[in-house]
Protein backbone atom coordinates (compact mmCIF):
# COMPACT_ATOMS: atom_id res chain seq x y z
CA UNK A 1 0.00 0.00 0.00
CA UNK A 2 1.51 3.48 -0.92
CA UNK A 3 1.66 6.45 1.40
CA UNK A 4 -1.54 7.93 0.70
CA UNK A 5 -3.44 5.01 -0.63
CA UNK A 6 -6.85 5.03 0.88
CA UNK A 7 -10.55 4.36 0.97
CA UNK A 8 -12.42 7.58 -1.30
CA UNK A 9 -12.92 10.10 1.11
CA UNK A 10 -17.27 9.57 0.86
CA UNK A 11 -16.46 6.23 2.24
CA UNK A 12 -15.76 4.94 5.29
CA UNK A 13 -12.41 3.82 6.37
CA UNK A 14 -12.64 -0.66 7.26
CA UNK A 15 -10.24 -0.64 9.72
CA UNK A 16 -8.31 1.09 12.95
CA UNK A 17 -5.19 0.98 10.73
CA UNK A 18 -6.56 2.69 7.61
CA UNK A 19 -8.74 5.53 9.81
CA UNK A 20 -5.13 6.30 11.25
CA UNK A 21 -3.78 6.79 8.10
CA UNK A 22 -6.55 8.84 7.42
CA UNK A 23 -5.88 11.01 11.01
CA UNK A 24 -2.40 11.32 9.59
CA UNK A 25 -3.42 13.00 6.42
CA UNK A 26 -4.80 15.66 8.36
CA UNK A 27 -2.90 16.44 10.49
CA UNK A 28 0.22 16.57 7.77
CA UNK A 29 -2.07 18.96 6.27
CA UNK A 30 -1.20 21.28 9.41
CA UNK A 31 2.31 21.02 9.30
CA UNK A 32 4.35 24.41 8.91
CA UNK A 33 8.26 24.77 8.48
CA UNK A 34 10.68 26.74 9.31
CA UNK A 35 14.22 27.14 9.79
CA UNK A 36 14.17 25.24 13.29
CA UNK A 37 12.11 22.43 12.20
CA UNK A 38 7.99 21.77 11.75
CA UNK A 39 5.11 22.43 14.08
CA UNK A 40 1.48 21.47 13.53
CA UNK A 41 -1.47 24.09 13.52
CA UNK A 42 -3.55 23.07 17.18
CA UNK A 43 -6.79 23.31 15.01
CA UNK A 44 -6.32 23.82 11.03
CA UNK A 45 -9.82 24.62 10.07
CA UNK A 46 -11.15 27.59 8.86
CA UNK A 47 -14.32 27.12 11.05
CA UNK A 48 -13.13 27.55 14.66
CA UNK A 49 -10.24 28.29 16.64
CA UNK A 50 -8.13 25.20 19.36
CA UNK A 51 -10.34 23.50 22.09
CA UNK A 52 -7.43 24.60 24.23
CA UNK A 53 -4.97 27.23 24.88
CA UNK A 54 -2.31 27.16 22.06
CA UNK A 55 1.09 25.04 22.95
CA UNK A 56 3.36 23.82 19.70
CA UNK A 57 5.43 22.17 22.00
CA UNK A 58 3.34 20.01 24.13
CA UNK A 59 2.61 16.55 24.51
CA UNK A 60 -1.27 17.43 25.17
CA UNK A 61 -1.97 19.82 22.10
CA UNK A 62 1.13 20.03 20.17
CA UNK A 63 3.93 18.61 18.59
CA UNK A 64 5.50 16.68 21.46
CA UNK A 65 2.00 14.04 21.14
CA UNK A 66 2.73 14.67 16.69
CA UNK A 67 5.91 13.07 16.91
CA UNK A 68 4.94 10.15 18.98
CA UNK A 69 2.14 9.78 16.66
CA UNK A 70 4.29 9.50 13.10
CA UNK A 71 6.75 7.37 15.10
CA UNK A 72 3.49 4.54 15.52
CA UNK A 73 2.51 5.25 12.29
CA UNK A 74 5.28 4.50 10.74
CA UNK A 75 6.11 1.38 12.64
CA UNK A 76 2.51 0.19 12.04
CA UNK A 77 2.78 0.97 8.12
CA UNK A 78 6.46 0.71 7.40
CA UNK A 79 6.31 3.69 5.56
CA UNK A 80 9.54 5.88 6.39
CA UNK A 81 7.97 9.18 5.21
CA UNK A 82 6.01 9.15 9.01
CA UNK A 83 9.54 9.12 10.05
CA UNK A 84 10.62 12.25 8.72
CA UNK A 85 7.36 13.99 9.93
CA UNK A 86 8.85 12.71 12.81
CA UNK A 87 12.49 14.09 12.46
CA UNK A 88 11.14 17.76 11.67
CA UNK A 89 8.88 18.01 14.76
CA UNK A 90 11.41 16.42 17.13
CA UNK A 91 14.24 18.89 15.21
CA UNK A 92 12.12 22.05 16.10
CA UNK A 93 11.78 20.66 19.64
CA UNK A 94 15.24 20.12 20.26
CA UNK A 95 16.01 23.85 19.13
CA UNK A 96 12.96 25.54 21.06
CA UNK A 97 12.37 23.49 24.39
CA UNK A 98 14.82 26.53 26.33
CA UNK A 99 12.02 28.96 25.33
CA UNK A 100 9.60 27.35 27.61
CA UNK A 101 9.07 27.32 31.05
CA UNK A 102 6.33 24.92 32.21
CA UNK A 103 7.95 21.46 33.96
CA UNK A 104 4.56 19.43 33.55
CA UNK A 105 3.86 16.13 31.92
CA UNK A 106 1.45 17.39 29.69
CA UNK A 107 2.00 20.67 28.89
CA UNK A 108 5.44 21.60 29.33
CA UNK A 109 8.92 19.67 29.40
CA UNK A 110 8.49 16.73 30.87
CA UNK A 111 6.50 15.41 27.59
CA UNK A 112 9.18 17.10 25.43
CA UNK A 113 11.65 15.17 26.51
CA UNK A 114 9.59 11.97 26.24
CA UNK A 115 9.04 12.85 22.85
CA UNK A 116 12.44 13.72 22.26
CA UNK A 117 13.79 10.14 23.95
CA UNK A 118 11.50 7.63 21.97
CA UNK A 119 12.51 10.22 18.65
CA UNK A 120 15.97 9.41 19.44
CA UNK A 121 15.53 5.79 20.26
CA UNK A 122 13.61 5.18 17.21
CA UNK A 123 15.41 7.38 14.51
CA UNK A 124 18.64 5.97 15.85
CA UNK A 125 19.80 10.44 16.43
CA UNK A 126 21.80 10.62 19.24
CA UNK A 127 21.16 14.39 19.04
CA UNK A 128 17.36 14.16 20.43
CA UNK A 129 18.33 11.66 23.45
CA UNK A 130 21.13 14.17 24.52
CA UNK A 131 18.14 17.27 24.51
CA UNK A 132 16.20 14.90 26.46
CA UNK A 133 18.74 14.31 29.00
CA UNK A 134 19.48 18.08 28.99
CA UNK A 135 15.58 18.86 30.12
CA UNK A 136 16.21 16.04 32.18
CA UNK A 137 18.69 17.90 33.98
CA UNK A 138 16.97 21.33 33.93
CA UNK A 139 13.89 19.08 35.94
CA UNK A 140 16.04 17.85 38.58
CA UNK A 141 17.89 21.41 38.87
CA UNK A 142 14.95 22.93 39.10
CA UNK A 143 13.50 20.65 41.63
CA UNK A 144 16.88 21.12 44.28
CA UNK A 145 16.57 24.81 43.55
CA UNK A 146 13.43 24.84 46.34
CA UNK A 147 15.87 24.38 48.82
CA UNK A 148 13.40 22.13 50.98
CA UNK A 149 14.09 18.52 49.17
CA UNK A 150 13.07 18.10 45.67
CA UNK A 151 9.93 19.99 45.01
CA UNK A 152 8.63 21.44 41.77
CA UNK A 153 5.17 22.87 42.88
CA UNK A 154 2.42 22.26 45.31
CA UNK A 155 0.33 19.95 43.37
CA UNK A 156 1.24 16.29 43.74
CA UNK A 157 -1.80 15.02 40.40
CA UNK A 158 -0.12 13.63 37.57
CA UNK A 159 -0.93 17.35 35.52
CA UNK A 160 2.06 18.34 38.67
CA UNK A 161 4.81 16.93 40.38
CA UNK A 162 3.02 13.43 39.81
CA UNK A 163 3.78 13.54 35.87
CA UNK A 164 7.26 14.93 36.09
CA UNK A 165 8.38 11.93 38.38
CA UNK A 166 6.91 9.50 36.30
CA UNK A 167 8.74 11.13 33.53
CA UNK A 168 12.37 11.23 35.48
CA UNK A 169 11.52 7.47 35.98
CA UNK A 170 11.21 6.75 32.26
CA UNK A 171 14.44 9.04 31.52
CA UNK A 172 16.57 7.09 34.39
CA UNK A 173 15.39 3.70 32.62
CA UNK A 174 16.28 5.45 29.23
CA UNK A 175 18.60 7.12 29.20
CA UNK A 176 20.88 4.99 32.16
CA UNK A 177 21.07 7.56 34.68
CA UNK A 178 20.52 6.89 38.23
CA UNK A 179 20.49 10.47 39.21
CA UNK A 180 17.11 11.03 37.67
CA UNK A 181 15.76 8.06 39.56
CA UNK A 182 17.14 9.79 42.98
CA UNK A 183 15.34 12.42 42.19
CA UNK A 184 12.35 11.38 41.25
CA UNK A 185 12.54 9.06 44.76
CA UNK A 186 12.70 12.24 46.97
CA UNK A 187 10.52 13.99 45.92
CA UNK A 188 7.56 10.98 45.82
CA UNK A 189 8.89 10.10 49.43
CA UNK A 190 7.42 13.53 50.69
CA UNK A 191 4.07 12.91 48.10
CA UNK A 192 3.52 9.84 50.02
CA UNK A 193 3.80 11.37 53.30
CA UNK A 194 0.13 13.66 52.31
CA UNK A 195 -2.13 11.79 54.88
CA UNK A 196 -4.58 10.70 51.79
CA UNK A 197 -2.65 11.48 48.53
CA UNK A 198 -4.71 13.76 46.30
CA UNK A 199 -6.58 16.05 48.51
CA UNK A 200 -5.51 19.21 47.19
CA UNK A 201 -7.74 19.85 43.87
CA UNK A 202 -9.88 22.94 44.78
CA UNK A 203 -8.52 25.33 42.36
CA UNK A 204 -9.42 23.11 39.17
CA UNK A 205 -11.72 25.07 36.58
CA UNK A 206 -15.63 24.80 36.76
CA UNK A 207 -15.23 23.32 40.69
CA UNK A 208 -16.37 24.32 43.73
CA UNK A 209 -13.36 25.92 46.07
CA UNK A 210 -13.64 22.67 48.68
CA UNK A 211 -14.31 20.11 45.69
CA UNK A 212 -12.31 16.73 46.16
CA UNK A 213 -11.54 14.76 42.67
CA UNK A 214 -10.71 11.21 42.88
CA UNK A 215 -10.42 11.03 39.38
CA UNK A 216 -6.56 10.63 37.48
CA UNK A 217 -5.05 13.53 35.80
CA UNK A 218 -6.24 15.91 38.77
CA UNK A 219 -7.34 13.83 41.15
CA UNK A 220 -6.38 10.79 44.24
CA UNK A 221 -6.26 8.24 41.69
CA UNK A 222 -2.98 9.70 39.41
CA UNK A 223 -1.54 10.00 42.48
CA UNK A 224 -1.95 6.78 44.49
CA UNK A 225 -0.73 5.63 41.04
CA UNK A 226 2.70 7.47 40.93
CA UNK A 227 2.86 6.03 44.37
CA UNK A 228 2.59 2.62 43.46
CA UNK A 229 4.86 3.06 40.42
CA UNK A 230 7.44 4.40 42.86
CA UNK A 231 7.35 0.88 44.90
CA UNK A 232 7.43 -0.70 41.71
CA UNK A 233 11.16 0.90 41.53
CA UNK A 234 12.29 0.93 45.02
CA UNK A 235 10.10 -2.24 47.21
CA UNK A 236 9.78 0.71 49.64
CA UNK A 237 6.57 -0.18 51.59
CA UNK A 238 5.92 3.60 52.74
CA UNK A 239 5.23 3.72 48.84
CA UNK A 240 2.73 1.23 48.95
CA UNK A 241 0.76 2.22 52.04
CA UNK A 242 0.37 5.74 50.70
CA UNK A 243 -0.74 4.33 47.54
CA UNK A 244 -3.21 1.90 48.61
CA UNK A 245 -4.93 4.67 51.20
CA UNK A 246 -5.49 6.61 48.23
CA UNK A 247 -7.21 3.27 46.78
CA UNK A 248 -9.20 3.06 49.38
CA UNK A 249 -10.16 6.72 49.45
CA UNK A 250 -11.17 5.93 45.68
CA UNK A 251 -13.25 2.22 46.78
CA UNK A 252 -15.47 4.60 49.35
CA UNK A 253 -16.83 7.45 47.11
CA UNK A 254 -17.18 5.14 44.31
CA UNK A 255 -20.81 3.55 43.21
CA UNK A 256 -20.26 0.02 43.47
CA UNK A 257 -23.75 -2.23 42.07
CA UNK A 258 -22.83 -6.15 41.68
CA UNK A 259 -19.48 -6.71 39.33
CA UNK A 260 -19.64 -2.84 38.23
CA UNK A 261 -18.46 0.31 39.61
CA UNK A 262 -18.69 3.87 38.90
CA UNK A 263 -16.42 6.97 39.96
CA UNK A 264 -17.69 10.52 41.07
CA UNK A 265 -16.38 13.31 39.05
CA UNK A 266 -15.73 15.04 42.45
CA UNK A 267 -17.13 15.38 46.01
CA UNK A 268 -19.04 15.91 48.07
CA UNK A 269 -20.93 17.83 45.16
CA UNK A 270 -21.66 15.87 42.21
CA UNK A 271 -21.75 12.03 43.32
CA UNK A 272 -23.69 11.07 40.87
CA UNK A 273 -21.53 12.54 38.12
CA UNK A 274 -19.41 9.80 36.91
CA UNK A 275 -17.29 10.43 33.44
CA UNK A 276 -16.19 7.19 32.11
CA UNK A 277 -12.69 8.81 30.49
CA UNK A 278 -9.20 8.84 31.38
CA UNK A 279 -8.80 12.79 32.98
CA UNK A 280 -11.50 12.27 35.86
CA UNK A 281 -13.05 9.02 35.28
CA UNK A 282 -13.51 5.01 34.76
CA UNK A 283 -10.75 4.70 32.24
CA UNK A 284 -8.22 6.38 34.14
CA UNK A 285 -8.82 5.05 37.79
CA UNK A 286 -9.21 1.57 36.56
CA UNK A 287 -5.40 2.06 35.46
CA UNK A 288 -4.65 2.90 38.82
CA UNK A 289 -6.01 -0.35 40.28
CA UNK A 290 -4.07 -2.52 37.81
CA UNK A 291 -0.91 -0.39 38.72
CA UNK A 292 -1.36 -1.64 42.22
CA UNK A 293 -2.13 -5.07 40.85
CA UNK A 294 0.85 -5.22 38.53
CA UNK A 295 3.57 -4.17 42.02
CA UNK A 296 1.88 -5.80 44.76
CA UNK A 297 -0.42 -8.62 43.36
CA UNK A 298 -3.53 -8.18 45.05
CA UNK A 299 -5.86 -10.14 43.20
CA UNK A 300 -8.42 -7.68 44.57
CA UNK A 301 -7.02 -4.47 43.04
CA UNK A 302 -7.28 -6.20 39.80
CA UNK A 303 -10.91 -6.90 40.46
CA UNK A 304 -11.23 -3.29 41.13
CA UNK A 305 -10.44 -2.75 37.65
CA UNK A 306 -12.42 -4.96 35.98
CA UNK A 307 -15.27 -3.52 38.05
CA UNK A 308 -14.70 -0.25 36.63
CA UNK A 309 -14.43 -1.47 33.25
CA UNK A 310 -17.76 -3.81 33.28
CA UNK A 311 -19.17 -0.24 34.71
CA UNK A 312 -18.28 1.41 31.33
CA UNK A 313 -20.08 -1.27 29.42
CA UNK A 314 -22.74 -1.62 31.72
CA UNK A 315 -23.60 2.51 30.91
CA UNK A 316 -24.30 1.84 27.54
CA UNK A 317 -21.66 3.39 25.45
CA UNK A 318 -20.79 3.84 22.71
CA UNK A 319 -24.63 3.46 21.65
CA UNK A 320 -25.98 5.89 24.47
CA UNK A 321 -24.41 8.99 25.51
CA UNK A 322 -24.22 9.98 29.08
CA UNK A 323 -23.59 12.65 30.85
CA UNK A 324 -20.31 11.69 31.67
CA UNK A 325 -19.72 10.70 28.03
CA UNK A 326 -20.82 13.21 25.95
CA UNK A 327 -19.89 14.42 22.37
CA UNK A 328 -15.47 14.04 23.02
CA UNK A 329 -13.95 11.25 21.25
CA UNK A 330 -10.25 12.58 22.48
CA UNK A 331 -7.53 10.09 24.74
CA UNK A 332 -8.75 13.23 27.70
CA UNK A 333 -12.26 12.55 28.37
CA UNK A 334 -13.24 10.61 25.38
CA UNK A 335 -13.29 7.19 23.01
CA UNK A 336 -9.95 6.92 22.66
CA UNK A 337 -9.27 7.55 26.21
CA UNK A 338 -11.50 4.23 26.51
CA UNK A 339 -10.21 2.23 23.96
CA UNK A 340 -6.71 2.38 25.39
CA UNK A 341 -8.28 0.97 28.93
CA UNK A 342 -9.87 -1.91 26.78
CA UNK A 343 -6.92 -2.91 24.68
CA UNK A 344 -4.73 -2.72 27.94
CA UNK A 345 -7.05 -5.02 29.88
CA UNK A 346 -6.70 -7.59 27.18
CA UNK A 347 -2.76 -7.89 26.73
CA UNK A 348 -2.90 -7.45 30.55
CA UNK A 349 -5.64 -11.11 31.23
CA UNK A 350 -6.02 -12.19 27.74
CA UNK A 351 -9.81 -11.88 28.19
CA UNK A 352 -11.48 -11.66 24.69
CA UNK A 353 -14.43 -9.61 25.75
CA UNK A 354 -12.05 -6.35 26.88
CA UNK A 355 -10.45 -6.70 23.11
CA UNK A 356 -14.17 -7.56 21.08
CA UNK A 357 -15.68 -4.13 22.71
CA UNK A 358 -12.10 -1.77 22.17
CA UNK A 359 -13.19 -2.68 18.89
CA UNK A 360 -17.13 -1.87 19.29
CA UNK A 361 -15.94 1.77 20.38
CA UNK A 362 -13.38 1.93 17.37
CA UNK A 363 -16.02 1.11 14.93
CA UNK A 364 -18.36 3.81 16.30
CA UNK A 365 -15.34 6.30 16.62
CA UNK A 366 -14.70 5.54 13.01
CA UNK A 367 -17.87 6.00 11.81
CA UNK A 368 -17.87 9.99 13.93
CA UNK A 369 -14.74 10.48 11.80
CA UNK A 370 -14.92 13.90 9.15
CA UNK A 371 -13.36 13.93 6.23
CA UNK A 372 -15.78 16.79 4.12
CA UNK A 373 -12.78 18.33 2.21
CA UNK A 374 -10.82 15.27 1.32
CA UNK A 375 -7.71 16.02 3.43
CA UNK A 376 -8.38 13.33 6.09
CA UNK A 377 -10.04 12.29 9.21
CA UNK A 378 -11.01 14.95 11.96
CA UNK A 379 -13.10 14.44 14.95
CA UNK A 380 -15.64 17.22 15.63
CA UNK A 381 -16.28 17.04 19.68
CA UNK A 382 -17.57 19.33 22.39
CA UNK A 383 -14.18 19.06 24.66
CA UNK A 384 -15.43 21.07 27.62
CA UNK A 385 -18.80 19.24 29.01
CA UNK A 386 -20.32 22.26 30.21
CA UNK A 387 -19.75 23.78 26.99
CA UNK A 388 -21.72 21.97 24.35
CA UNK A 389 -21.91 24.35 21.60
CA UNK A 390 -18.36 25.05 21.60
CA UNK A 391 -17.73 22.40 19.02
CA UNK A 392 -13.75 21.66 17.07
CA UNK A 393 -11.90 19.58 15.66
CA UNK A 394 -7.68 19.17 17.25
CA UNK A 395 -4.36 17.65 15.61
CA UNK A 396 -3.19 17.47 19.16
CA UNK A 397 -2.59 13.78 21.21
CA UNK A 398 -4.78 14.16 24.24
CA UNK A 399 -7.01 16.70 22.85
CA UNK A 400 -7.65 15.51 18.90
CA UNK A 401 -6.48 13.23 15.91
CA UNK A 402 -3.07 12.60 16.54
CA UNK A 403 -4.30 10.50 20.20
CA UNK A 404 -7.73 9.06 18.62
CA UNK A 405 -5.02 7.91 15.55
CA UNK A 406 -2.66 6.22 18.30
CA UNK A 407 -5.59 4.40 20.20
CA UNK A 408 -6.73 2.95 16.71
CA UNK A 409 -3.19 2.23 16.41
CA UNK A 410 -2.81 -0.04 19.56
CA UNK A 411 -5.89 -1.50 18.62
CA UNK A 412 -4.53 -2.76 15.52
CA UNK A 413 -1.32 -4.04 17.36
CA UNK A 414 -3.59 -5.94 19.47
CA UNK A 415 -4.31 -8.09 16.85
CA UNK A 416 -1.16 -8.82 15.36
CA UNK A 417 -0.11 -11.59 17.01
CA UNK A 418 2.00 -12.91 14.40
CA UNK A 419 3.77 -10.00 14.00
CA UNK A 420 3.94 -8.38 17.50
CA UNK A 421 5.15 -4.97 17.54
CA UNK A 422 5.77 -1.97 20.06
CA UNK A 423 3.47 0.76 21.02
CA UNK A 424 4.11 3.75 22.69
CA UNK A 425 2.65 4.44 26.31
CA UNK A 426 2.99 7.42 27.54
CA UNK A 427 4.32 6.94 31.43
CA UNK A 428 0.90 6.59 33.53
CA UNK A 429 -0.06 3.61 31.17
CA UNK A 430 0.65 0.60 33.14
CA UNK A 431 0.20 -1.97 30.37
CA UNK A 432 2.47 -3.72 28.34
CA UNK A 433 3.92 -2.02 25.56
CA UNK A 434 3.35 -4.90 22.91
CA UNK A 435 0.04 -5.42 22.89
CA UNK A 436 -0.73 -8.86 23.24
CA UNK A 437 -2.01 -11.66 26.37
CA UNK A 438 0.92 -13.82 27.76
CA UNK A 439 -1.14 -16.60 25.94
CA UNK A 440 0.06 -15.62 22.65
CA UNK A 441 3.57 -15.81 23.38
CA UNK A 442 3.20 -19.59 23.18
Known amino acids: MSLEETRASSARADSPLTAAILAGRWIRSAAIDDERGRRWLANPDSRGASAV???????YSGAAGIVLFFLELAAATGHDAYLDDARAGARRLA??????DDLSLYHGLTGVMIALMEAGWTLGEAEFEGEAAAIADLIVSRGRAQGDGVQWSRD?????????????????THLGVPAYEAAAVEAGLRIARLPVPGHRFGDCADLPVDAVTPGFLAGTSGTAFL???????????????????????????????GACAVVPHHVPHARGLHYLGFCSGSAGVARMFY??????????DLEWAERLAHGIVRSGVPRRRTEGYWNVACQCCGTAGVIELFVGLWAA?????????????????????????????????????LRPGEVTADTGYMVGAAGIGAALLHL???????????????????FPAIPLPASAFG
Open 53 to 59: TPEPWSL
Open 95 to 100: ATWREQ
Open 156 to 172: PAQRGEGGIILGLLRAA
Open 227 to 257: LARLYGVTGEERFLHAARSGAAFVREVSVVT
Open 291 to 300: ELHRVGGDPG
Open 349 to 385: TGDESHLQYARTLAADLIGRATDHNGRGYRWYQAYRR
Open 412 to 430: DAAGQSADPRRVVLLPDNP
